[in-house]
T-cell receptor, first 114, second 116 residues
């Protein structure tokens, strides 16, 4: 079946540093990838939509300069949290959509900013 | 605008009881998808079902069943003979079908606890 991986699964960093999270579709090509953020005991909130080779589309209220998204290939998208602060601590989940309009979610990355 | 409402924030039942999780949605689209996902403590989303708005037939999969009522914009999920392993947060979600974006919009989730 379709598998989406995320790396790392968890990361702890100091305030002010940048963190990169990778999202890969392992056995299919993803026309579109999505990035979600989930705070404790809350729902998944869509942050941005990215298409291979083009700029990401950010949801209202999401700072594009803080959350850099690169979708360099049909199997890889990266989310970089720049100058991370404790309020950026969250669970980040990506999903990848195939040509049949099916979306598959990654296992998530837990970010803790000290 | 699309919206998914899960009015039940938490439900706790004793093992073997049946439990129904409610989901009400809003959309202007005539064609859309509805989903249910399970999120255990590990955090990884587990896909349970995707239903196209054209298909109003109810579905049963083992102990799980889904009731889709287009007239009331509801897509409820029932677990029969619940088990402790069913304890998780369950999300109902909605997406459009034909848009190039096809964003999935999630409800706020229902935390289900099954007591032994």
């Amino acid at each position: 079946g379709a598998v989406v991986s995320q790396h790392p699964s968890w990361v702890i960093c100091k305030s002010g540093t940048s963190v990169k999270i990778e999202c890969r579709s392992l056995d299919f090509q993803a026309t579109t990838m999505f990035w979600y953020r989930q705070f404790p005991k809350q729902s998944l909130m869509l942050m941005a939509t990215s298409n291979e080779g083009s700029k990401a589309t950010y949801e209202q209220g999401v700072e594009k300069d803080k959350f850099l998204i690169n979708h360099a290939s049909l199997t890889l998208s990266t989310l970089t949290v720049t100058s991370a602060h404790p309020e950026d601590s969250s669970f980040y989940i990506c999903s990848a959509r195939n040509y049949y309009n099916e979306q598959f979610f990654g296992p998530g990355t837990r970010l803790t900013v000290l | 605008a699309q919206k998914v409402t899960q009015a039940q924030t938490e439900i706790s039942v004793v093992e073997k009881e049946d439990v129904t999780l409610d989901c009400v949605y809003e959309t202007r689209d005539t064609t859309y998808y509805l989903f249910w996902y399970k999120q255990p403590p590990s955090g990884e989303l587990v896909f349970l079902i995707r239903r196209n708005s054209f298909d109003e037939q109810n579905e049963i999969s083992g102990r799980y069943s889904w009731n889709f009522q287009k007239s009331t914009s509801s897509f409820n999920f029932t677990i029969t003979a619940s088990q402790v392993v069913d304890s998780a947060v369950y999300f109902c979600a909605l997406s459009d079908v034909y848009s190039s974006a096809s964003k999935i919009i999630f409800g706020s989730g229902t935390r289900l606890s099954i007591r032994p």
